[in-house]
C-alpha cells in the first residue's frame, strides 16, 4: 500500500534536476577537465508512464538499462546496467522529499572504450529535483517506450 501512496505522491510534469558528477576512477588524464563536472541543471518532462514503472527520474544512456527496481515508501532502488561504449554496472536510488522534492544518486563501476582500449571508470552523481509544473511546454519526454 505505502509505494502506491508514494507513486499517487510524485508529480508528473515538469521537473527541474541539478546533478553533479565525480570522478573516482576517470578516463582523462590528470588536470583534464571533463564534461559533467559541476553541476548541471537540465528541465526533464516526467511522464506518468516512467512513474509507474520507475517511480522516478531515472538516468537515460544509450545502451543502459534500469533493472531490479524497488519501489518503496519514500523512494526506490536499482541497477543499471550498460554495455556497448561504456559498460558496466550501477546502483540507482531516489528518495522522495517531499510531493515537490527529491534527491537523487547513481554510482557506476565499468569501463569506456577510448580507441581501441578499454579504460576502468567509475563515478558518482548526486542530483537534486524540484517538481516546476504539470505542463512540461516545451520540454519533451525523454525518448524510449516509457512514456
Excluded at 505522491?9 to 527541474?16: D, I, K, N, Q, Y
Aim: hydrophobic share 35%.
Amino acid at each position: 500500500m505505502a509505494v502506491v501512496v508514494w507513486a499517487q505522491t510524485r508529480r508528473a510534469g515538469l521537473w527541474e534536476l541539478t546533478s553533479t558528477q565525480t570522478w573516482q576512477k576517470s578516463p582523462f588524464p590528470p588536470g583534464a577537465n571533463p564534461a559533467g563536472v559541476g553541476p548541471h541543471t537540465t528541465k526533464v518532462c516526467l511522464t506518468q508512464k516512467q512513474i509507474d514503472k520507475y517511480g522516478a527520474i531515472v538516468p537515460q544512456s544509450r545502451g543502459c538499462q534500469v533493472t531490479n527496481i524497488v519501489k518503496k515508501a519514500n523512494g526506490m532502488t536499482a541497477d543499471m546496467v550498460c554495455t556497448g561504449a561504456m559498460s558496466g554496472k550501477g546502483t540507482l536510488e531516489s528518495t522522495l522529499i517531499d510531493d515537490s522534492h527529491a534527491k537523487g544518486r547513481v554510482h557506476f563501476v565499468g569501463s569506456i572504450q577510448a580507441g581501441p582500449n578499454h579504460m576502468p571508470v567509475e563515478w558518482t552523481a548526486e542530483s537534486s529535483s524540484v517538481f516546476k509544473s504539470a505542463d512540461c511546454g516545451d520540454v519533451k519526454p525523454l525518448p524510449g517506450p516509457d512514456n
